[in-house]
């Protein structure tokens, strides 16, 4: 595993605080061009693929959804998705690509 | 050590077949294949799943993609997994999302591209193994994937 990048731009929202069993969404949004390997240079050259393979999301630790993704996923990758609020602690994002990317977010919540 | 090598082989297999098929864009048939082996073979009922993305849309490299399945996210009856299959694109698969009953609801959005006009399916596989689909037709103006840098 190659070290985080905290270089590449990305971001997870989730509300701040949440009532128990209520369906809160989270957005996570990285900055990434999400080259198809499809593309071709004026000369060309086919342009390598460059892509986010996977997206997961940890709630304190344990995976609540993942997602895989191919070329047909948009530059700048957004992923919205829910999750029931249990209890306090954190919401861990990560996105696994190609050239050794690996990037983590993560978010705190309150749940009363 | 002799199935570590089996599993190589047939991986290479599956990868040659790859960069064969990646030569042409995707048709309605190869949909139809990347559909059939989501569901391995069954028929997906078309019902509890509702797909949306515009009818018409400007820029093909930036679709927005709405899908809601109805489920009650129980831990006995959930959906686990949605799939996305682009029917025109060079690649029919967009994006697989798993799902746990902690989901609350079987639901995501993101952003897709579209290299042509065409039809959109999303399945849905439910913990039980029962397939449901939906689809959305949009005719793409400007095609993802064409232009040259």
Partial sequence: MTPDRPSVRSLVQAPKIAARGDIIEIRAIIAHRMETGFRHTERGERIARDIIRRFECRYNGVEIFSADLHPAIAANPLISFHTVATESGRLQCRWIGDNGLLVNNEVEIVVS | ?149
């Fill in chain 2, 1 to 149: 050590m002799k199935s570590k090598r089996r599993r190589f082989i047939s991986a290479s297999a599956a990868g040659l077949a790859l960069v064969a098929v990646d030569r042409l864009h995707a048709s309605p048939d190869r949909a139809q294949a990347a559909l059939r082996a989501i569901t391995r073979g069954a028929a997906p009922e078309e019902k509890r799943v509702e797909l949306d993305i515009p009818p018409l849309v400007e820029n093909g490299n930036l679709v927005v993609l709405n899908v809601r399945v109805q489920s009650p996210m129980t831990a006995n009856d959930f959906v686990k997994t949605i799939y996305i299959v682009a029917e025109g694109n060079p690649l029919p698969n967009v994006i697989t999302a798993h799902f746990t009953p902690r989901a609350g609801k079987a639901a995501l959005s993101t952003r897709v591209r579209l290299s042509e006009s065409q039809r959109v399916w999303a399945i849905a596989e439910t913990n039980k193994g029962t397939f449901y689909s939906g689809q959305a037709s949009t005719i793409v103006t400007l095609a993802a994937c064409t232009e040259e840098r």
